[in-house]
């Protein structure tokens, strides 16, 4: 079954790290460009950041910029999103998502694919 896992999620106090990992189950990443998303509640979903498979570029969205860092390791199939100086705003579920389609980060939803199941990222003050 081809399929996106994510791990890693967790409960942790302000200032805290975590590392949430992608694994592809059933393919492998080659061209692929990988985004990670949050969604709080009762807010919209959105794009927290993004590595391009195809041209090595990455983004991030401002509120992260100098904290959170995206990664891939190849021979583990996984893209992972290391998460330090949490803040209490950044708790919500995390998902990645791939897309054969799009060209580079950041990435246009409409052309992801496949969407992993989110992990719970929950930040306390």
């Known amino acids: 079954e081809v399929q996106l896992v994510e791990s890693g999620g967790g409960s942790v106090q302000a200032g805290g790290s975590l590392r949430l990992s992608c694994a592809a189950s059933?393919?492998?990443?080659?061209?692929?460009?990988i985004g990670w998303f949050r969604q709080a509640p009762g807010k919209e979903r959105e794009e927290v950041s993004c590595i391009s498979r195809r041209d090595g570029r990455t983004s991030y969205t401002d509120p992260v910029k100098g904290r959170f860092t995206i990664s891939s390791n190849n021979a583990k199939n996984t893209v992972y999103l290391q998460m330090n100086s949490l803040k209490p705003e950044d708790t919500a579920i995390y998902y990645c998502?791939?897309?054969?389609?799009?060209?580079?980060?950041?990435?246009?939803?409409?052309?992801?694919?496949?969407w992993g199941q989110g992990t719970l990222v929950s930040v306390s003050s």
């Open positions: 998502a791939a897309s054969t389609w799009a060209s580079s980060c950041p990435v246009d939803r409409k052309y992801l694919e496949l």
């Open positions: 059933g393919f492998t990443f080659n061209d692929h460009v």
